[in-house]
């Protein structure tokens, strides 16, 4: 285990990017191009410029480790190098910034993290959103639904997902605007035309393919996690009216793919070990396919904020990624089931993660009750549901004894609708 102590680089114990962390990511500057970095405390670590100080010639041995997998606008390549060579260059990394004498203990080899531009990490063949938190689904069921009957006969037996737009999704810090459809109220004999009254976020985590399967190959539940090369946040944009009128019977369609938001870093499975949990009971047993023993759950913790324009920050939401009902191993095992091949560069998102309590609901179609009961902000502001010149915040870190781990945040401006 790397000690803090021994990091040359100044890392505050609040940093989401500690020596325990090491995530990876694609920045630019006003003079520099698209590339990998690593983020560590304030700074971000130029992959290019490291290889070029000679710290990677222990992997020389590997033909495909070359200078073009660095200089690269997506991880994709760097990725599907495998664990065996990411996770090695990854503690190669740590070692050398706990080496006072290392090549890279210079500033040349830095950028200041505020000064950096983060973009996408990953350029997404396909998507899959999840719908895998007990407590959301039953909520929705209740609000759309048969509070009595919130959940479907099929939820408990399979982690239920769609098949979801990959060309819409987005980095961080880029703006949306509201998106427009077709809706109809209960009151109206006919839909409309019009922008969404109903504008929401969605507070998921996703997770991003590592390793691709042929197809017709079915992923078991033991094996799944090798799969997947790291974690990021993931906003799951809602327009709940044109979802409610649209969703029958085929599910999500134009109330969801207008835009998806994920953070710029991904965190990897390695650095996220040491926050294994369980996970929620499953009282209905499970088809041999989706058994998951051991501690498959992470101790993610998660918040949501809203910022009114010229305003203050505002936390709605405390979550947990432990609270997942289905988890990752579960997911991708179903989801290859039926021999449904994985590529590098999936981004499987796990669906609204919300908890048993008003506050670590994770959408505001849950906390205001579709809107009947409106949350007031710290601002005094009102919210039933997002208005224009909103900025929707989400951040996600882990804390264990002296570790944390945390992804930063993704952040996203509503403007009008165009």
Request: charged share 20%; with cysteine.
């Amino acid at each position: 285990m790397i000690e803090p102590k021994n990091c040359w680089i100044e890392v505050s114990k609040d940093s989401d990017f500690s020596i325990y962390n090491i995530p990876f990511g694609i920045f630019s500057t006003p003079t520099k191009s698209k590339r990998i970095g690593i983020a560590i405390g304030s700074q971000v670590l130029d992959l290019e410029a490291a290889y070029q100080s000679g710290i990677f010639d222990c992997f020389m041995d590997e033909k495909a480790f070359i200078v073009s997998i660095f200089r690269n606008s997506y991880l994709n390549n760097f990725i599907s190098l495998g664990k065996k060579i990411t996770s090695k260059l990854r503690i190669k990394i740590q070692e050398e910034l706990c080496d006072p004498d290392s090549k890279i203990n210079h500033p040349k080899f830095f950028e200041a993290l505020n000064d950096v531009q983060m973009h996408i990490p990953v350029q997404v063949g396909d998507y899959t959103d999840f719908y895998s938190s007990i407590e959301h689904a039953t909520n929705v069921g209740s609000l759309f639904r048969d509070p009595e009957n919130a959940l479907l006969p099929n939820w408990k037996h399979m982690p239920v997902a769609y098949h979801g737009r990959a060309s819409s999704i987005i980095g961080t810090e880029i703006p949306i605007h509201r998106p427009k459809g077709q809706t109809k109220a209960p009151t109206m004999d006919a839909p409309i035309f019009g922008p969404s009254k109903r504008l929401d976020f969605e507070l998921e985590m996703g997770y991003i393919i590592g390793s691709q399967t042929e197809l017709g190959y079915s992923v078991s539940s033991e094996e799944a996690e090798n799969y997947i090369f790291g974690k990021v946040i993931f906003n799951d944009w809602s327009a709940r009216d044109i979802q409610q009128w649209e969703y029958v019977p085929l599910g999500p369609f134009l109330g969801k793919n207008f835009a998806s938001s994920v953070s710029p870093w991904v965190v990897t499975m390695e650095a996220l070990e040491p926050f294994r949990t369980s996970g929620p009971n499953q009282d209905t047993a499970v088809l041999p396919h989706l058994k998951a023993v051991g501690l498959r759950n992470y101790d993610i913790a998660l918040e949501v904020s809203i910022q009114p324009q010229d305003s203050v920050e505002s936390i709605i939401c405390n979550s947990n990624f432990k609270f997942m009902y289905w988890n990752m191993a579960q997911q991708i095992a179903h989801h290859t089931s039926n021999g449904c091949n994985l590529n590098v560069g999936d981004l499987f998102a796990s669906g609204t993660i919300s908890g048993s309590t008003q506050e670590s609901y994770g959408s505001l179609l849950e906390i205001s009750k579709a809107g009947k009961t409106p949350h007031e902000l710290a601002s005094g502001h009102i919210r039933s549901f997002i208005e224009d010149y909103d900025t929707i915040r989400m951040r996600a870190y882990c804390i264990k004894g002296g570790l944390r781990v945390g992804f930063g945040s993704v952040s996203t401006q509503i403007l009008p609708v165009l």
